[in-house]
C-alpha cells in the first residue's frame, strides 16, 4: 500500500534528527533507507511505525492519515497495520515458535482454525513448518530471522518495515536471505520499507533506495543510478568508491574537463562537463574502475607509480600503488582479469575519463 | 487517492478554508502531554507521601517548637532552639562516638572483605567456594540477632567466654558492652558487604590488563601492586565508604551493645530523645536532621566511587584472572577465614542455643551445660507455642509479603515510567526512590510516624504502616533491582507486540513482565528478606498488637528476658534461613535461564 510522509520533523532537545523528510512510497515498492548510523533512518522508519512521536508533519499509510501534527491525530502502533522486523529481531523467548506467529492474530481474536491455518502458511513460506512447537530461544539467529518475518507476515501489514534485517547475521546466510527476502517481497507484492547501513543490501532488496544524511534525504533513486552517479563525493564514499581527491577543474575545448589535484603535480581528465562539479569539488574513481599494467598505455589518464601493499582477497588483489606525481591510488586488480604485480613493482595506472567523476563535496537536499 | 491530489487538496483548503485558531492546537497539545505524565504524576505523588513527606516533617520538627499533628501543624512556631541541643556534651559524644563506629567498623569490614575476597576470587587456598559462603553468610543473620549474641557470649558478668576465660582461672574478663564492642560487632556482621564487592571487582576485573602487565615483565607483586591494586581501588574505597554509612545510621546493634557501656551514638541518641516522657520530639528530629546530613554526604561520596569504577574493570570478557599462589600460606589463610566463620556465625548461633536451652537462667562455670538434664527444648518449644511470638511470626511474615508485593509492584511502575516512556517526571521519580538510601531508617521512622499520625488515612496501628515503612525504607533497594532487569531486556520485544496489533498494557502482560519474571521475583524476595529484618524504622510505629519478630526479640532483650529473647531469636533465623534457601533456588534459576 503507498505511503506518504510529508515535511516530518524529529527533534530530541535540540538535536534534530529528522529535518523536513518528504516521501512517496508506492504500492508493491520496496524502498531501502541507508546511511550511516546516527543519519535518521531508523528514526524515520520509527516514526512511520508510531514507536516515535515525530516534532511535527504528516504520516499517511493507505490513505489514512496516521500522524499529523497540526490536527493533533497520533495513531498508536497497533491501531497501523504496519509490519516491523526489529534488528533484534525480538522474537519472545518464553513462547514457541507457533505462539510468537500466532500473536497478532489472538489480538484480532480470529477462529482458532483461521489462527492455526494461517500460521502454517506463513511458517511454510519462510520454511520453519517442522519447528511450529519447538522453544523460540532454541533457534539459530537464521531461524530467529524467519520466526520475526512470518509473524509480521502473518498479520498482513499494510507495509512491512524490516530494520538491518541481515546485519546479525553469518555472510553466508546473508547472502542467501537477501535472495530469499527479495523473493517473499515480489511474490507477496509486499510495500517494504528497509533500512541499512550496508549498501550491497541496499542494491540488492531495493526498488527505489533513499540515501539519508544529517536526517536528510540526499539523494534518491534505482540502485544502480545510485551507483553509477552519486550525487557528491561524500555519497560516493559512502558507497565505497576509495580514491577521492580535491582537485581544481578547468573547462576544455571538447566539454570535457581537466582536474588539477590538489597539492600535487596530477592532473587527470574527466568526460564530465566542468560546470557541474559544484562547490568544494573532488575526483571520485572506483578502484575497480583502475588498470594497472607494466607498460604505459595510450590512453590520457596514464600515470607511473610503485606498488606499495598488495593484498591477496580471493577474487582479487588491492593494490596500494603510490604515484609518481604525489598521490596514492587504491586499485583493484582481478587474477583472472590480468597480470599481477608485487611489491616495489613499477606499473602504470590507467583509467577511462568516463570513469572519473568530478562531484561537489556534499549536497543539501 | 494519489498523493498529488491529496497535496493539492490540502493547499486549496489552506487557501480557502480560514485558518483555525492555533491556540486550539496547543491546548490540544498541552492536554495530551498531561494524559502522558498522568501515571508519572501518580507514582511521584505516592512516592512523595511515601518518602518526601516524612522528611519535610522531620525537617520541620527540627525547626519547630511543636511536633506535626492533625491541626497544629503550622510554620508559626518557628524556633532555632532545638539547634541549642546539639551543642551539648550528649549530643557532641554522640557525634564524634557514631563517627569513630562508622570509621573502625568500616576498617574492620573492610580488612576483612578484602582478605576474604582475595582468598577466595584470586587465591589457591582450598575450599575456595566454602570461603565464598563464610563471606555472606553472616548477611542471613539480622544485625539485632548478632549484637544480641555478642552480648550472651561477652557481657563481663555472665558472657559464655568470659565464663570460659573464668573456668580456665584467667581473670580478665573481655567486656563487649564498650565502644571497641561496638565497632568489633558491626565490623564482622558487615564485613560481607564489602566482601560481595570486592570479590566482584576481583572476579570480573579483565584479565588482559593484568596478562598485559606480565607480557611487559612484571613479576607477580609488581603485578599486584601496580595494576590489580588500582583497579580495585574504586570498589576498595567504595565499599570502606558503604560500611561507614551502614553503621553509622545503625540502631540494633548501637542500642544492644552501645547502652549498656553508656556509649551514645546519633540513633541511640535520637531513640532516647524519642522514647523519653514527655517526649523530646523537636530535639529528636534535630538530632536527625544532623545524622541525615551527614548520611548524605558520605554515601553521594560513596555513589561517586561507585559509578567510576563502571569505567575501568567491568568487562563481558569470559577471560578468568590470575590465580595468585599462596604456597606455604594456602592452609593458614583457610583457617584464618574459618576462624571468622567462627566469629561471625558459629559461636553467635551456638550462644543462642545455648541460651535458650540452658535449664538454670545463671550459668557459672561452662561444665555446667555439659551436664545431664542442663540444656532442654522447652524453653524453644514454650516460645513456639506462646501467643506473643505466634503473632509476632504471623505479623512479620503479612508485613513482608505486604511490603514485597507493593514495593516490587511500585518499583516495576516507577523504573517503566523512567526507562520505557518520555514522561519528563522519570528522572524525578528515580530522584525520590533512591533518596531512602541517603536517609537512616530510624529518621524514616520517626518521619512515618508523624506523616501518618497527621494523614486522614487510618492505617497507624495497624500492620500497614509497617509495610509502608519497609516499602519506603527498601525503596532504593527494590527499584535499583527491577530498573536493572528491566534495562537488561530489550525494549524491541515490547514493541514488537505492539507492532504487532496488542496494545500497550496488553503487551507489557504478555511479553515485559512475563521476560522480567526472573527479576522481578528476585526483588520480590529481596523486599521479603529485608522486610523481615527491619527494626530501627519499625520501632516508632508497632503497636501492642502489631509487634514483629524483630520488635519481639529486642523488646524482650530491653526487658532483661534474654533467655526468650535467644529462643526467638534462633526461631527467628531459622524462618529468615528458610527464606534465603528460596531465594537461593530463585537465583539459582536465574543463572540456569542465561
Partial sequence: ?365 | MSLKTTEAATRAEARLAPKPEPRDYRAARTLSGLRKNTPGLIVLAILGVLIVLPLALVLLAAFSDSVPRPGSISLGGLTLSNLALLATPEALGALVNSLMVGAGSALIALLIGAFLAFVCARSDAPWRKFIFFIGMAPMFIPALVGALAWSLLCSPSAGYINIFLRDLGIDAAINIYSLPGLVFVLGIFYAPYAFLLLHSSLSMMNADLEEAATVHGAPLRTMLRTVTLPLALPAILGSAVLVFALTMENFPVAQVIGNPAGVDTLPTYIYRLMSATPAKSNQAASVAVILTVALMAVTLIQQRIINKRKFTTMTGKGNRPRQVPLRKMRWPFTIIALAYFAVSVVLPMLALLAASMQATPFVSSMSQLLEANSLSFAKLIEVLGSNDFQLALKNSVLVALIAAFAGTTLSFIASYIRYRTKSKVGRLIELVAMTPLAVPAIVMGIGLLWTWLLLPLPIYGTLAILAVACVAVFMPQGYRGVSASMLQMDQDLEDSAVMLGAGRTRSVLDVTLPLMRVGIMSSFLLFLMLSMRELSASIFLFTSNTRILSILVFDNFDNGQSQAAAAVSVLYCLVIGILAVIAQKVGGERKTKN
Avoid at chain 1, 491525530?73 to 519472545?92: D, T
Avoid at chain 1, 512491512?160 to 511474490?187: F, G, H, K, W
Avoid at chain 1, 533506495?209 to 534505482?222: D, E, P, T
Avoid at chain 1, 578502484?287 to 600515470?303: C, F, G, K, V
Fill in chain 1, 1 to 365: 500500500m503507498k505511503i506518504s510522509i510529508q515535511n516530518l520533523q524529529l527533534k530530541y532537545g535540540s538535536f534534530t534528527a529528522i529535518e523536513n523528510l518528504n516521501l512517496d512510497i508506492e504500492d508493491g515498492e520496496a524502498l531501502v533507507l541507508l546511511g550511516q548510523s546516527g543519519c535518521g533512518k531508523t528514526s524515520t522508519m520509527r516514526c512511520i511505525a508510531g514507536l516515535e512521536e515525530p516534532t511535527s508533519g504528516r504520516i499517511i499509510i493507505d490513505d489514512v492519515v496516521v500522524f499529523d501534527s497540526e490536527k493533533g491525530i497520533n495513531l498508536p502502533p497497533n491501531k497501523r497495520n504496519v509490519g516491523m522486523v526489529f534488528q533484534s529481531y525480538a522474537v519472545w523467548p518464553h513462547m514457541t515458535v507457533a505462539q510468537n506467529v500466532a500473536y497478532s492474530l489472538k489480538q484480532k481474536k480470529l477462529s482458532k482454525s483461521e489462527i492455526d491455518e494461517r500460521v502454517m502458511e506463513a511458517l511454510t513460506l519462510v520454511g520453519l513448518e517442522p519447528y511450529a512447537d519447538r522453544g523460540a530461544s532454541l533457534l539459530s539467529g537464521g531461524q530467529m530471522q524467519r520466526v520475526a518475518l512470518a509473524r509480521s507476515l502473518v498479520m498482513r501489514p499494510s507495509v512491512l518495515m524490516l530494520d538491518e534485517p541481515l546485519s546479525n547475521l553469518d555472510a553466508r546466510l546473508r547472502d542467501r536471505l537477501r535472495v530469499e527476502l527479495r523473493e517473499i517481497q515480489l511474490q507477496l507484492g509486499l510495500t517494504c520499507v528497509y533500512v541499512t547501513h550496508d549498501q550491497h543490501e541496499a542494491f540488492a532488496l531495493a526498488d527505489r533506495i533513499a540515501l539519508l544524511q544529517g536526517g536528510r534525504i540526499v539523494q534518491m533513486g534505482a540502485p544502480q543510478h545510485m551507483y553509477e552517479a552519486p550525487a557528491s563525493a561524500s555519497i560516493a564514499h559512502f558507497l565505497g568508491v576509495s580514491n577521492i581527491m580535491d582537485c581544481t577543474p578547468e573547462g576544455t575545448a571538447t566539454g570535457s574537463t581537466t582536474a588539477r589535484i590538489t597539492n600535487s603535480e596530477l592532473t587527470i581528465q574527466s568526460a564530465q562537463q566542468a560546470s557541474d562539479a559544484g562547490a568544494s569539488p573532488k575526483v571520485c574513481i572506483r578502484a575497480e574502475d583502475l588498470q594497472i599494467t607494466a607498460m604505459p598505455t595510450e590512453h590520457p589518464n596514464s600515470w607511473p607509480g610503485t606498488v606499495r601493499v598488495a593484498g591477496f582477497q580471493g577474487n582479487d588483489i588491492r593494490y596500494a600503488i603510490q604515484l609518481e606525481s604525489g598521490p596514492e591510488l587504491d586499485a583493484l586488480g582481478g587474477l583472472r582479469r590480468g597480470e599481477q604485480h608485487k611489491v616495489g613493482d613499477r606499473v602504470w595506472v590507467t583509467v577511462n575519463p568516463r570513469e572519473v567523476q568530478i562531484l561537489p563535496a556534499e549536497v543539501l537536499a
